[in-house]
């Protein structure tokens, strides 16, 4: 099985600080990855597909980069609203797999 | 407007059975893939199954595989999940996602951009 680890689990930073979340894949994807942004009580929100493609409607300070098995979000500019908790899903596999990694929390100081 | 509600969710024994629907509403349902995932609380995600659009194809997670079974009614626009010989540790609140865009070839779907539309989940609890 694919298994994902996201470092770090949790970090604090500060408004305009710029935020690096890496994902890494037990084994090798092509670019079949997402990330996701959820708040407490909130359904996730697709932020990144395809490793780097910006999600419709969300905001220019979300990057992604990344193949392989390492991965990366980037808030180039962090902002108070962008607090919670955010995933990476695998989405490369036979014939199917849609693993997420353990999310990393997120809090804006 | 566009939207997926789930309901069917509750407090059931273990060892007992489930339904859980999900209705879609302002797109064209049959044209997605849709996913079952579950967030156990104060944990995270967890994806459990996937239905191809027609419901040709599904697939399942291990920890689920045998015990739980999707389906689609595309003339109701609704998604199911079935779910029986339930346990303690399904406890979890189960949301309904939909599939951006599933990549498939006969019999494998190996790739996704991921899910692009979510509800907000009904709460299953599993308990005695």
Not at chain 1, 24 to 52: D, H, V
Not at chain 2, 1 to 17: A, H, Y
Request: hydrophobic letters at 30%; one cysteine or more.
């Amino acid at each position: 099985d694919i298994q994902l680890t996201q470092s770090p689990s949790f970090l604090s930073a500060s408004v305009g600080d710029r935020v690096t979340i890496t994902c890494r894949a037990s084994q090798g994807n092509s670019k079949f990855l997402a990330w996701y942004q959820q708040k407490p009580g909130k359904a996730p929100k697709l932020l990144i597909y395809a490793a780097s493609t910006l999600q419709s409607g969300v905001s220019s300070r979300f990057s992604g980069s990344g193949s392989g098995t390492e991965f990366t979000l980037t808030i180039t500019s962090l902002q108070p609203e962008d607090f919670g908790t955010y995933y990476c899903q695998q989405l490369n596999g036979y014939p199917a797999v849609f693993t997420f990694g353990p999310g990393t929390k997120v809090d804006v100081k | 407007q566009v939207q997926l509600v789930e309901s069917g969710g509750g407090v059931v024994q273990p060892g007992r059975s489930l339904r859980l629907s999900c209705v879609a509403s302002g797109f064209p349902f049959s044209s997605y893939g849709m996913h079952w995932v579950r967030q156990a609380p104060g944990k995270g995600l967890e994806w459990l199954a996937v239905i191809w659009s027609d419901g040709t194809n599904k697939y399942y997670a291990d920890s689920v595989e045998g015990r739980f079974t999707i389906s689609r009614d595309n003339s109701k626009n609704t998604l199911y999940l079935q779910m029986n010989s339930l346990r303690v540790e399904d406890t979890a609140v189960y949301s309904c996602a939909r599939d951006k865009r599933l990549y498939c070839v006969t019999n494998a779907c190996p790739g996704s951009d991921g899910s692009d539309l979510w509800g907000q989940g009904t709460m299953v609890t599993v308990s005695s």
